[in-house]
């Protein structure tokens, strides 16, 4: 009978004492066996080592030399939010963002830097990361060696354990190694990581799921995203593969199959718009959602049919998403939304329409206009989690920076 590696156990359980700490704040050691199922001796054995390592701290309540706090003090524990800092960074088709955070993801600092960064080569966008990167470390107050990870964060299909970028609609060339490229320069250990991940992350750590350890986002831009949250861990494909929705075929049209991206996807969606010098214009500026918006306010019927039709196929890929995973909560990100109910009413008239009748009521669906800094943010939790030890992951453990 083949038996658990000790190390790894040791990881897991290194890991969910840590996470634990972090998702509630200061909290006794009995309250942490209670909530991992930990015996009493592995969690004084880890936090022990924690303490040691300078991860967490202690804090008493109830001292009795306090005025307003009466009986004996409780000892609870608590992230050292100094034990490390990294940067996030989410670079899009027209903007990079950046943020500088502490051990338990705070933002110390952020950044934005406008570029068309579609239309750059891979050393360029790698000049542009750097120098980002700088400013911001400098905003928050600290040195770049002090500096433990560098998490950058952008549409496609990423391997996560390689950082190779197999397809994305901002990068011009593939055969660049961006990884390599900003490693190179900072001399920092760097995670390149699909955006649908770190904005499934942000969700996780800060947003609509830091209740759920279970939960499916789709991030609904030019590029269609999927992130899946299993466990409480990011589920990745073979070779550690980021998930896409758009590829997902929707029916087949002629010699060709009909693609979710060929309906519901920004590109798909403008291209059906008036032919207008201010509409290629907000399009150039990454701004032309905010331009359909005003357009389908004034009764555009074109964009009108455009953002009911891809809404419709969302709702029956988001149908399909809860019979395969079964979520508890579906959460929906992206500048796409900006179309308001010309694009939810059909997706949830849809999803009512193609959800069996046994799950109709599993999953709720959550709409979030996240931000671009909570987008950099779910970068910064990447690398965090990273830190933190997490073990699992389809190539094998993660990197221990830490221990």
């Not at 800094?373 to 830190?387: D, K």
Request: charged share 20%; aromatic share 4%.
């Amino acid at each position: 009978m083949k038996t658990a590696d000790p190390e790894l156990m040791r990881a897991i359980n290194r890991f969910h004492v840590l996470d634990t700490i972090r998702r509630h704040g200061a909290i006794a050691r009995v309250e942490i066996g209670e909530r991992t199922d930990l015996s009493a001796t592995t969690v004084s054995a880890i936090t022990a080592s924690l303490l040691d390592d300078g991860l967490i701290t202690v804090r008493h309540e109830g001292d009795i030399r306090s005025q307003t706090l009466r009986g004996r003090p409780r000892v609870m524990l608590a992230l050292n939010p100094d034990a490390a800092w990294v940067v996030g960074a989410k670079l899009a088709a027209n903007r990079i963002v950046f943020v500088a955070t502490n051990f338990q993801g705070d933002v110390l600092a952020s950044l934005v830097l406008p570029v068309r960064v579609d239309r750059i080569p891979t050393p360029v966008i790698a000049d542009l990361v750097e120098d980002g990167v700088r400013r911001c470390v400098r905003d928050a107050g600290l040195g770049l060696n002090q500096i433990k990870t560098i998490a950058l964060s952008l549409p496609g299909i990423i391997e996560h354990g390689t950082g190779k970028v197999l397809a994305s609609s901002v990068l011009s060339d593939l055969d660049v190694s961006l990884h390599q490229a900003i490693a190179a320069r900072l001399g920092i250990d760097t995670i390149i990581e699909s955006d649908a991940n770190a904005i499934t992350m942000a969700q996780h750590w800060f947003g609509q799921a830091r209740d759920r350890d279970d939960f499916v986002l789709v991030a609904i831009e030019d590029t269609l995203g999927l992130g899946v949250m299993h466990g409480g861990q990011l589920f990745r494909g073979a070779h550690g593969l980021s998930l896409t929705l758009g590829d997902m075929v929707m029916g087949a049209g002629g010699d060709n199959a009909v693609r979710l991206a060929d309906l519901a996807s920004e590109g798909a969606i403008l291209a059906l718009g008036q032919p207008d010098q201010r509409m290629s214009e907000a399009v150039r500026l990454g701004q032309g959602m905010a331009q359909v918006e005003g357009l389908l306010a004034a009764g555009d019927p074109g964009l009108r049919d455009a953002a009911a039709r891809a809404g419709a196929a969302l709702g029956i890929a988001i149908a399909n998403l809860v019979a395969l995973f079964a979520p508890p909560r579906v959460i929906l990100v992206g500048t796409t939304l900006a179309l308001g109910q010309h694009l939810l009413e059909p997706l949830r008239v849809a999803f009512a329409n193609a959800i069996p009748a046994s799950l109709t009521d599993l999953a709720e669906i959550v709409i979030d206009d996240a931000g671009d800094e909570f987008w950099a943010r779910g970068a910064a939790a990447v690398a965090l989690g990273e830190l933190y030890g997490s073990p699992w992951g389809t190539t094998g453990p993660a990197r221990h920076a830490l221990q």
